[in-house]
């Protein structure tokens, strides 16, 4: 006998029992499950109920258990509907799923873009793949409010359109009407009474508009950009002396019609403090001497959290050079309110000294390991250096080859003296094109065409081949650097060339040209991370054309000196790159000088020098 059962909660669907001409009875008398059978099922696996089912086979089937049952099946959130029926020692479970969400869109999406709105509903748990719940909809819609909320647009409305689409999924589509941005009208500060409001506005990108509010925007209200401003002006106090400045309150308000906003931000500014007394404590290394020499802030001076910060680092880094890569300093005041002063102890805890097991490069997707490797001055099996570390890092940026370089430290597991170094780089483009045409009254047209890899097979090898034709002169350039000819790190640079060229004043005239063609090889030898000397020498062969219509005077230098003349120059010179990376420089400086020498051995002599 097929019986059914419609147990609590009671969602179960009447019209489910129906649909399978069943009758429902008060109660059940508990049997052995010899069976059970599930129904309904069109995305879940069956396994998938079974473990989260209480009923076993071979369980005794009560009421209770139907009941603990449809509870379970209910809370997966995997389905609409759960009902329970028994035929004979067989438990069917008969179920509806809820649809899946197929594809979330939006529309009206004009100030973020659509990945970032993505991610902030998938941080509130809705993506695609995972069933639809209307209370979790409505959550995503409360979540893109907020995000618009953050940008100051606070007209903003949100709208979500669900559509069936096959295979039991629905379509999302979020609509917005973002409507205007509030704009900052007025900024008010209260209780600021040593800086005026137009020193602090200065410390914050937030703004009243302006005339450059249309490109920078920074007359738009935005929560993250106030909390910064805020941070700023905090830091402005603290660098000033104020220990006891704080933020009071911090309000903004609304016009009506939602387009205008004020804010109003309270602050109490105290009395400026000045250093009594600057002490270093806790286990110096018997370097407490050096150590001094690397206080920034010294007593008497006016307290500034600026040069405590920088002396805290000065000293972390001077440890971490000596091996201590786990070294703290703590800056312990004492502050005196009735003098206005304070006394500063840094409380120094060098940790335990390390060295490094292994270096690890990731993210070297095209460029060879040893391309990267080369460059670490921090060497693998050898004490901690955070100055040779810092140093392997901005050589790494020098080569150009990526757009981040990450150095990170990490301690090895079940050892008290051993970290790994991870190098972590993302490639960027080393490769180049280039084509480009001009137009002059005597050239006509003018074309030239590049090509160049600066790291040639992931190599670290750069090559490049430039062509220019015009109408008066030829050139073919190629040019080959090998930044690490030896393992010492002397560079190799070769250079071949041709060219010809018809003077302008004869272009009209087939009859003289000037064919250059010829070859040079330098090399850099290092001296210094940052200094390289490079010396060379090479070979340069000029062919003068010429025909009866020639002018007298190139027809009386061929007569006396001949056709051909050759040069072998001779260069030095010299290099400092200092810079911090090749890419995007920071920090550092590059500079170099030049000299050639063209020697009697060729037959001309000459001298030129350039910086």
């Not at 396994?47 to 139907?66: E, S």
């Not at 979540?143 to 559509?163: D, I």
């Not at 500014?269 to 270093?280: A, M």
């Not at 150590?291 to 001077?318: C, M, N, R, W, Y």
Request: net charge neutral; proline share 4%.
């Amino acid at each position: 006998m097929f019986r059914p059962h419609r147990l609590v909660p009671k969602t179960v669907a009447a019209a489910a029992i129906a649909a399978h001409g069943l009758v429902a009875h008060a109660a059940t008398t508990p049997f052995v499950v010899q069976d059970i059978r599930i129904e309904g099922l069109q995305r879940v696996e069956p396994g998938t109920v079974f473990a989260y089912l209480p009923i076993k086979q071979g369980d005794t089937f009560t009421d209770d258990k139907a009941s603990e049952a449809i509870s379970a099946l209910y809370a997966t959130g995997f389905f609409n509907d759960v009902n329970i029926a028994t035929e004979g020692g067989v438990v069917v479970v008969q179920v509806q799923e809820r649809p899946a969400i197929g594809t979330i869109d939006f529309a009206g999406i004009k100030e973020f873009d659509k990945d970032n709105l993505t991610k902030a509903l998938r941080a509130v748990g809705l993506s695609q793949g995972r069933y639809y719940d209307k209370a979790l909809v409505d959550k995503a819609e409360q979540e893109l409010k907020r995000q618009y909320l953050t940008r100051g647009f606070y007209a903003a409305e949100v709208t979500t359109t669900v559509t069936p689409i096959d295979r039991n999924r629905v379509g999302l589509l979020f609509s917005v009407v973002e409507g205007p941005s509030a704009k900052i009208r007025q900024i008010n500060f209260i209780g600021n009474k040593t800086y005026s409001s137009g020193t602090l506005f200065a410390e914050m990108q937030l703004s009243t508009p302006n005339w450059f509010s249309w490109y920078t925007k920074n007359d738009l209200y935005s929560k993250e950009k106030l909390t910064g401003d805020l941070e700023n002006v905090r830091s402005y106090y603290l660098n000033h002396g104020y220990l006891e400045f704080n933020i009071d309150s911090t309000q903004v308000s609304i016009s009506p019609d939602k387009k205008d906003m004020y804010l109003t931000i309270g602050i109490h500014e105290g009395e400026p403090y000045k250093v009594s007394g600057v002490h270093l404590a806790g286990n110096l290394l018997d370097r407490e001497a050096e150590l001094k020499k690397l206080i920034k802030i010294k007593p008497g001076d006016t307290f500034s959290a600026e040069k405590l910060q920088a002396t805290t680092k000065a000293v972390v880094d001077k440890l971490g050079e000596y091996g201590y890569a786990f070294a703290t300093v703590n800056a312990l005041p004492q502050i005196d309110q009735q003098n206005h002063t304070v006394d500063l102890t840094l409380q120094v805890d060098p940790s335990r000294r390390v060295y490094v097991r292994r270096i690890n490069v990731v993210g070297n997707t095209r460029t060879r390991d040893e391309v990267v490797r080369r460059e670490m001055r921090q060497l693998e099996s050898s004490w901690f250096d955070s100055n040779r570390l810092a140093l392997s890092k901005d050589r790494i940026n020098r080569l150009g080859y990526f757009t981040d370089v990450d150095v990170t430290t990490v301690p090895v597991e079940g050892t008290a003296d051993q970290v790994d170094v991870n190098v972590k780089v993302a490639e960027k483009p080393t490769g180049a094109i280039t084509l480009g045409a001009g137009f002059s009254s005597t050239d006509k047209v003018v074309l030239s065409a590049g090509v160049s890899q600066d790291n040639v097979f992931g190599s670290g090898t750069s090559l490049s081949l430039n062509v220019n034709t015009a109408k008066t002169y030829r050139t073919l350039a190629l040019t080959q650097v090998d930044p690490y000819f030896t393992v010492d790190g002397i560079k190799r640079i070769t250079d071949v060339y041709y060219r010809t060229y018809q003077p302008l004043y004869y272009s009209t005239d087939s009859s003289f040209r000037i064919i250059t063609m010829g070859g040079d090889l330098k090399f850099g030898i290092p001296f210094s991370e940052v200094d390289t000397v490079y010396c060379g020498a090479g070979f340069e062969q000029d062919t003068l054309d010429i025909d009866s219509n020639t002018p007298q005077s190139y027809i009386d230098y061929v007569n006396q000196f001949g056709r051909v003349s050759n040069n072998v120059p001779l260069t030095v010179g010299w290099s400092r790159d200092a810079r911090d990376s090749a890419l995007v420089p920071s920090k550092g400086y590059f500079t170099q000088a030049n000299a050639e020498y063209g020697t009697p051995v060729g037959g001309t002599q000459y001298y030129k020098a350039d910086v």
